[in-house]
């Protein structure tokens, strides 16, 4: 505990680093997939840990670049890409005003430089070695639940993430942000982040042409911060 702490007040943590327009604080798990520096070896012990109970933990999605997750919310944004209701069932928007549709992608998708995964921190994970080679992994929740593949790599999580250091922020559905078994992570350097991503610089980072509905973001700022990007606060 005492080492995490040092961590997070030694870690350095600039403005690209929290919106994910830099990858300087990052090194290679694989060939595509980037963690922080300092995740990395704590990540490789969860791993061998896991493996010495048979479970093959690999990481579906860790870093991901603001761009990314730009193209992620617009294809969403104009209709171009499934947005999933509360049930994780395909959701109709058309018939809806700008701010539900806003709400209703927020649910599944982080606004971009808004994602934990911009850090390097956080990551997708599931077990290869509960399903066959050939299988499309999806990340939906009854995959982690009684009867699906993974259930048994979270149950094992439940008991032992926290011992090297990862939580899972999604697990507790708080009306924001859908439950997401999936998502681990490396909570004292999250919270270096964390501590520096307020208002003021969320409010900056979301002043983007570019971002589809980026004024009803903004005049509902305050809501999203406190229902998805906050939720603890």
């Not at 080492?3 to 060939?31: D, F, N, R, Y």
């Not at 969860?46 to 730009?70: I, N, T």
């Not at 209701?85 to 599944?108: H, M, S, T, Y």
């Not at 911009?118 to 066959?132: E, R």
Request: charged share 20%; proline share 5%.
């Amino acid at each position: 505990m005492g080492c995490g702490l040092l961590e997070k007040e030694s870690m350095q943590v600039i403005p690209a680093m929290i919106s994910g327009k830099t990858e300087e604080h990052l090194c290679q798990l694989s060939m595509d997939c980037l963690l922080h520096k300092v995740v990395l070896s704590p990540f490789l012990a969860l791993k061998e840990a896991a493996a010495m109970q048979g479970y093959d933990l690999q990481v579906a999605s860790a870093f991901r670049s603001f761009e990314r997750q730009l193209m992620i919310w617009n294809t969403k944004a104009r209709g171009e890409r499934l947005v999933l209701d509360e049930f994780g069932q395909p959701l109709n928007l058309e018939n809806l005003c700008e701010k539900d549709k806003v709400f209703a992608i927020l649910r599944w998708s982080a606004l971009p430089g808004c994602s934990r995964h911009h850090w390097g921190t956080d990551m997708d994970i599931w077990d290869a070695a509960a399903v066959p080679l050939d299988y499309v992994l999806q990340l939906t929740p009854d995959e982690y639940q009684q009867g699906g593949p993974f259930h048994s790599l979270s149950c094992w999580l439940d008991e032992h993430a926290e011992v090297f250091g990862f939580v899972r922020p999604y697990a507790i559905d708080r009306g924001g942000v859908a439950p997401e078994p999936w998502h681990l992570s490396y909570s004292s350097a999250a919270q270096a982040f964390e501590a520096k991503l307020d208002a003021q610089c969320i409010y900056k980072i979301l002043d983007n042409s570019e971002l589809i509905f980026r004024d009803t973001i903004l005049a509902n700022l305050d809501e999203i911060i406190s229902r998805f990007i906050f939720p603890d606060a």
